[in-house]
């Protein structure tokens, strides 16, 4: 099967305006601006075939935004090549609009005084779904959306968790083979993030929806994305299946120790006491956190050294969660360069 989305070698650079500090600074960049090129997203490549639920993930300012709208026809590539469903979607953002859905899980695509049911209509007219085809998507999707008692309200007047249903509903409207989905999940509470991943997953499983997720909540990944394609700077840094980042990295483990008193800590001096290995924060006053390689030492190792140096009052264990291990790579405490073939 030929991908449904491609990109090829793609880079996005913005300029930004380089200015001296103070009045004179601003004064002279009236007059002259200099600006300098900042590369957003760097050399990108990656394909997606038909069905596949892939997240993207990345810290802060990695580059996930940009690379999505590059895939929507919002912002035209620097260089390289994009391809969704075989057209460029910047120069044909109309044809490439009917063939994607997008919700940007802070922005609302629901006309704000209006009721749901208006936009979602509206939202039809604009994609021309013919008639028939409008009414079986919207009986479906107001179905499992849960949608009916929320169809005569606008948006204005929706809580968070219901404007998100009814917002994935309106990017499906047309029936486009393709979702992206930009941190959806943010605010949301645990039973409506619960209800979106399910639909996502039947959306996905049962209807063949291309889905390409991006978010900072691990949950929505394990959940909905078996590939995972990491970037950093702009960089893809990790493109294969989710669990074989566990895998590779689950050796580590955590101990968490709550300290009886609340002394500030010589976190380093602390660290000298304990194996290479092992790292150590003090995130809270009265609590320090250690992370170490179970590979090279025992838990009971690295409680006894602590207790030796520390008043403890409390300690408990934990397995490294897929959540740690993403963030802990993005913190470049890990790299998939050093363990390539652990
Ligand atoms: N329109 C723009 N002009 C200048 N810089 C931008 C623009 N959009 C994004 N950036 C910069 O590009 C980088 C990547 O942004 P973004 O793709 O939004 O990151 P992410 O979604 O991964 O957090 C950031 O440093 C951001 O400040
Ligand atoms: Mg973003």
Known sequence: MAPIISASHVSKKFKRAKKNPGFTGA?????????????????????????ESVAYVGPNGAGKSTTVKLLTGILVPSAGEVTVCDIHPFENRQENARNIGVVFGQ???????????????????????PTDQFKATFAELTEVLDLGPLLNVPARQLSLGQRMRCDLAASLIHNPPILYLDEPTIGLDVS?????????????????????????????IQELCPRMIMIDKGKII???????????????QKVLVTLSGDEQLNVA??????????????????????????????????????????????????????ESIIRNLYEGALSFEERIDG
């Open 27 to 51: 004064l002279k960049h009236l007059v002259k601006p200099v600006f300098t090129e900042f590369t957003a997203v760097d050399d990108v490549s990656f394909t997606i075939e038909p069905g």
């Open 107 to 129: 922005r609302t695509q629901l006309w704000w005084d209006i009721p749901v049911v208006e936009s979602l209509r509206m939202l039809g007219d604009i994609y021309d779904v």
């Open 192 to 220: 409506v993030k619960a209800r979106f991943r399910e639909f996502v997953k039947y959306m996905n499983a049962e209807r063949g929806l291309t889905v390409m997720l991006t978010s900072h909540d691990i949950g929505d």
């Open 238 to 252: 990790y493109d294969g299946a989710f669990a074989e980042v566990t895998r590779r990295f689950g050796w580590e």
């Open 269 to 322: 001096h602390l660290a000298s006491g304990l194996p290479d290995h092992a790292s150590v924060t003090q995130p809270l006053p009265e609590s320090v956190e250690v992370i170490f390689d179970s590979r090279l030492s025992t838990s009971g190792e690295i409680v006894r050294d602590l207790a030796m140096a520390l008043p403890i009052a409390d300690i408990r264990i934990e397995e490294t969660s897929a």
